[in-house]
Structures are given as C-alpha cells and as structure tokens.
C-alpha cells in the first residue's frame, strides 16, 4: 500500500491550493518556545517559589500533593491572572525573543515553518489555520515575500481581503501574543464567535486538511468545528510523534483521516515540501505504479520461470532512468539559478527519478536468493565511476548518486534478510575507475570514500542539514527510511539496520583495504593527530544507542561467526576486535574533532 505521507505529497500537487494546514504547538518546539505543559511547570515553580520551595524532582506531583489535583495548563493560568490582559503580559515573555535568543537562533521560525512557507510560495498551500500565539509563520512567509492575511480576531475578519482572493490566509484561532484578546483558558476554548465559526466552516467543508503538532485535547470548538463538516470530499491527513490521544483518534476516525508517523515536525514538513517541489520539477508518475512495479517483483522473484519477465522490468526501469539523465535536467554545465539551487533541485530530480529501482532492489536484496546478484551488482557498477566529462564537478559528481542509493538499498535489504555473505560480495565487487584503476565498491560509493560525499560541498547544502556532522549520511537514512516498508515495518527497526549497514561497511572498507598490523601502528599518534586507520564515517558517530547496540551484537558468536565466515575482517576473530577497537578510535576523535 502507499504510505500515508506518499498519497498526502501526490495530493498536495495534484490539487494545489486545496489542502490547509493546521498548525498546534508542536510546530515551534524547535524553536525552543515551551508548549503548554512546559509554561505550566513553569507557572508551578513560581507558586512553588511565593511558598519558599524553589528545589523538587518532580513539580506536577508536588503540585499535586499541594493542592490534591493534578496540575491544569488552563487553571494554573487562570489562577495567576484574572484577566485576558495579565495572560498576555504572563505569556509575552515566554515567545517574545531577546537579543540573546535572536544570537542563539532561538524563537525564530523553523525549519518546519520555513517548509511550510516554501509550500505556500509554490502555491500549493493557501489556508493556514494555528492555535500558536507566536509570530514565527508569519515570519516564515515574509521571508519568502508573502504577506499573509492575518486574521486574529473578529475585527481582523471584518476588513480581510476575501479568502479566495488572499495568496495566504493564517487564521490565528486563539489570537496572537502582543494582542490582549487570546484565548489560552479552556472556558475560553469552549467557543468561538459565529463570525469565526463561519469562516471555519466554510474552510473545513472547502479545504483537505493537514494537522501537525496539534494534540487536540484542549480546544473544544475548534475540535467542533471540524467534526461538524458536511464535506468529506478532501481527506484529513494527521502527523503525529507518538500515538494520538483518544481525543484524536476520535476525531481523526469522524474524518476518515490518515496517520502519518514522524519523527518531527522539521524533518517532516521539508520531506513533505521535497516531495512535492520534486514532482513539479519531474512531473512524477502517479505513485501507483510504483506499487504495481514493485509487487510485480516480487511475485516475478517467487518463481524461477518468471525470470526473464523479472530482467525485462528491471531493464526496463534501468532504461528510464538511463534515458532521464542524458536530458537536459540532469545535465552537469552551471545553473543560472545559482550553484546552491542546482545542487538542492538535481539530488530531488535523482532521488524521484531510482526510487521505483531503489525499492525493486530492496526486494531483490530481502527475497532474492542469490540469482539476483549479478543483476544487480553490474547495474550498480555501471554508476560508480565517476564519468570524465566537461561540467561542474560537483554536477559530475552526482552522476554516480544513483550508485549510492542502488549500494544501500541493496545492501539494507540483504542485511535484513541475514545475508552476509551475499553483503560481502557486494561490498568487494570490482569496479574500474576512469584510470583503469581497479577499486571496489564500497570503496568508490559509501559516504567519505565516495567522490559526491563531501558534506561541505553537497549535502551541506540541503535544507535542515547546514550543521550536521554526518549530513549525507542523515540525508541518505531519511530519504531510505520510506521507501524499505516493502519489507520493513518499524522505524526503529530501520535506523538500527541502516547503522549496522554503516558499521558493517566500514568494517569491509577496512577488511580490503588495511592489515591487522596497521591497526597496531595507528595506536601512537601521528603527525596530525591521529590514532586510527581511517574509514567512512556515518550516523553511527553520534547515534551511541544504536552504535552500543549493534557492536554489542556481535557478542553473540553465532552471528559473528557468520559475519566472518561471509569474509569479513579476514575471516579472523582477532582482526574484527583490532578493526573495531581502531573503529572505536576513529569516532572518538571524529566526534571532537
């Protein structure tokens, strides 16, 4: 089946103008502005604090034995202030940034709202509907040139520009921060006037509708206003962290909506906003083929008498995107639109262009049985030289950026599927550069050893990945992690398989390429500062659960013993714990350095 977040990007830009976001709290906690909870733990140490208690664990339960109830974001409020004027006043300091925010890159827009702006520039987002009181989307979208029509109260309804002929209409529900009129108390949520209930209505009947970072537990009329819609003729899409309170799922059921799992907000809405940018620039396929191609696959995997229809579809996807990159999309001379845009648009162009043959390959790579190999190692291979052509380099570069995602989502697969011997094969499988000069695979397309894997040059580049350690890496981890569920059905579960693909890559990288008596050597530090044989470097240096996890694994002799007779490390049990000590090194002096 296609994955919610897929259907919600093809619908975005099959209706452009159709879907509205809604927008909760959950949009701006990167921005490092409290959600309610957090302002009322807040509130509790203050009245903790007029008592003399300024020290305690755990300030809801103290709340709790204090006054025998639990604490309450609206009562704690109402408690403190008696009018909507002292709420703002309390309210004011928790988003408004000082001087020292705006240095730290606090309570400004995100990520998410920047995405979300981009939307909108595009003309695929015109209804912004939040029950934020910051002004971080208004920023967002001034940032790109837009001036929304702000509507934050009942006056501002009276004199707006009619909503069908705004560019961008941002409902603020509850009102805005520097406004007195907010409302942030439940007895103040419990309704809306009927000028705003009109217009709700007729934007919840009109609109599609995309939550995000909106719990949906304390906002009566809002919630009343979405389930008294007769209209169902765009769907409700719901993104969401964890599991949505019943609350939600109630509301989400009445709308026959669709859960999307994120991992946040930020990394969501730019997912989202390169998933649709991406089918503007390639005019993308409705995304049923896809699923019909790769359950074609399996079932032509099944059966041996089905081989020849198998090659024939794998050929025939080869040959799509063969065809693709001798257009002038993917050409390789200087952009007019300027070096970073060229780099950001043509990654896209790539990414939606293999993702049919990423996702055959992980099913070659969980279900094949080794009949597959050569297929897939020679198409492979046939994009990991780097050409020797006039262009850009960075451009040229990616012209082997297909490799990259064939090489994981292969490998990915055959680790899933326990295959370690097959994984091996792949890693050390040959490949000619341009000089002639034999290298291997792992060699000539995983991260560092790659020459498109400069995360200065490239990845840098990409939005949300400015200050990453291990940007292409997180970048090739993200853009995967969607497109395995053929075989796969936890997100957990494929950020622990992609690290141990890394960890088992650089183990191969090593295997071919160092003996066990350079390990030795590079103990003493050298003229730079180094005390390790060097090999690419991914997530695994900062995800220390995962990494502690995976080494930890292969404690278990029957699995390492399978690992080295697949022909790692040598085959040795005292080269993998000298190759894993150099590797525990290398993240260390990766990690501070």
């Known amino acids: 089946m296609i994955d919610a977040a897929t259907a919600l990007a093809f619908s975005l830009f099959e209706n452009k103008g159709v879907y509205a976001l809604l927008l909760g709290s959950g949009i701006s906690r990167a921005a490092q502005i409290p959600t309610g909870w957090e302002v009322t733990l807040n509130l509790i140490q203050r009245i903790a604090a007029l008592k003399g208690i300024t020290s305690e664990p755990d300030w809801a339960a103290w709340y709790l034995r204090e006054f025998s109830k639990e604490p309450n974001y609206s009562e704690v409020l109402d408690e403190l202030s008696s009018t909507a004027d002292e709420r703002r006043a309390i309210l004011h300091s928790f988003i408004n ?73 941002l409902v603020k529900v509850h009102g805005d921060y520097l406004d007195t009129r907010i409302r942030n108390i439940e007895r103040e949520l ?15 009947d009109e609109h599609g509708l995309l939550v995000c970072g909106w719990s949906g537990d304390w906002d009566i009329a809002l919630r009343s206003a979405i389930t008294r819609a007769p209209s169902r003729r765009y769907p409700l899409f719901w993104a969401t962290r964890g599991t949505p ?80 990159m001798l257009t002038p999309d993917f050409g390789v001379a200087a952009s007019n639109t300027g070096f970073n845009e060229a780099v950001v648009k043509l990654v896209a162009r790539y990414e939606v262009l293999l993702e049919p043959l990423v996702r055959i390959f992980g099913v070659l790579g969980r279900w094949g049985n080794g009949s597959e190999f050569e297929t897939t190692t020679d198409i492979i291979t046939q994009f990991a030289p780097t050409p020797q052509i006039a262009g850009m380099l960075v451009l040229i570069y990616l012209r082997t950026y297909p490799g990259v995602l064939l090489f994981y989502a292969y ?158 490390a040598k085959e040795s049990p005292a080269y993998f714990s000298a190759a894993v000590a150099n590797l525990s090194r290398l993240w260390e002096r990766a990690r501070w350095g």
Not at 115 to 130: E, M, S, Y
Not at 264 to 287: G, I, K
Request: aromatic share 8%; charged share 30%; net charge negative.
């Open 190 to 204: 419990a309704s809306y006037s009927s000028e705003l209930d009109t217009l709700l209505d007729r934007i919840f």
């Open 97 to 169: 940034p000082d001087s020292e925010d705006l240095t730290a890159g606090r309570k400004v827009p995100t990520r998410a709202h920047r995405a979300a702006a981009k939307l909108v520039q595009d003309g695929f987002i015109r209804v912004i509907i939040t029950t934020n009181f910051d002004r971080l989307m208004e920023k967002a979208l001034q940032d790109v040139g837009i001036a929304p029509t702000v509507i934050k109260s009942d006056d501002d309804l009276k004199g707006a520009v009619p909503l069908i002929h705004s560019r961008c209409y």
């Open 245 to 324: 309170s019943e609350i939600a799922n109630d509301l989400i059921t009445h709308r026959d909506g669709k859960i999307i799992r994120i991992d946040d907000a930020d990394t969501f809405f730019e997912r989202l906003e390169r998933m649709v940018s991406a089918q503007t620039e390639l005019q993308r396929a409705n995304p049923q083929s896809t699923e019909i191609l790769v359950v074609s696959a399996k079932k032509y995997l099944s059966r041996s008498e089905y081989r020849i229809q198998l090659d024939e579809l794998i050929g025939d996807e080869l040959r799509k995107v063969q065809d693709a």
């Open 411 to 568: 490998g990915l697969a055959l680790i899933k599927a326990r295959r370690y011997k097959d994984l091996f094969r792949l890693f050390q499988t040959p490949v000619l550069d341009a000089a002639a000069k034999e290298k291997n695979l792992v060699s000539t397309l995983f991260l560092g050893a790659w020459d498109g894997g400069n995360e200065e040059t490239i990845w840098k580049l990409l939005p949300g990945l400015e200050r990453r350690r291990t940007a292409l890496s997180d970048h090739l981890h993200d853009i995967l992690k969607p497109l395995v569920s053929d075989y796969l059905y936890s997100d957990h579960e494929f950020s622990a398989l992609f690290l141990e693909f890394e960890f088992l890559a650089a183990l191969a990288f090593l295997t071919l390429n160092a003996e066990e008596t350079d390990f030795k050597k590079s103990e003493t530090l050298d003229q730079w500062g180094r005390n390790f044989v060097w090999a690419p470097v991914g997530r695994i240096l900062w995800d220390h659960e995962n990494r502690n996890r995976i080494v930890k694994s292969f404690e278990n002799k029957e699995k390492l013993s399978n690992v080295l007779m697949a022909g790692f």
